[in-house]
């Protein structure tokens, strides 16, 4: 059984930096392509970034672009999000995600999720 397990989140100042850490157990890391995703209150959950198996390819969400780096070291089966120039409107829980089907960047569509982790930058 595939299990992810998020860390990392907490409170941080506009400006500041966060770095997020997931960790996938029960099946092979390497064969998923990861991705992060956020839900801000009364909001639906959307798209952050995403990786491919190989951490080849990335794709992101524009409004974090050049600010977050998604990036995978698959000997540790672990998925970070390095996010920096933070500010108020990326204040959300942060979900963990893998997709087993090969698949493009672009194109993740999880089957498995973490239990998020909490994000809150102050303005």
């Known amino acids: 059984q595939v299990r992810l397990v998020e860390s990392g989140g907490g409170l941080v100042q506009a400006g500041g930096s966060l770095r997020l850490s997931c960790a996938l157990s029960?099946?092979?890391?390497?064969?998923?392509?990861m991705g992060w995703f956020r839900q801000a209150p009364g909001k639906e959950r959307e798209f952050v970034a995403a990786i491919s198996w190989s951490g080849g390819s990335t794709y992101y969400e524009d409004s974090v672009k050049g600010r977050f780096t998604i990036s995978r070291d698959n000997a540790k089966n672990t998925v970070h999000l390095q996010m920096n120039s933070l500010k108020p409107e990326d204040t959300a829980v942060y979900y963990c995600?893998?997709?087993?089907?090969?698949?493009?960047?672009?194109?993740?569509?999880?089957?498995?999720w973490g239990q998020g982790t909490q994000v809150t930058v102050s303005s």
């Open positions: 029960g099946g092979t890391f390497s064969r998923f392509t």
């Open positions: 995600a893998a997709d087993p089907r090969l698949r493009t960047v672009e194109d993740i569509r999880p089957a498995y």
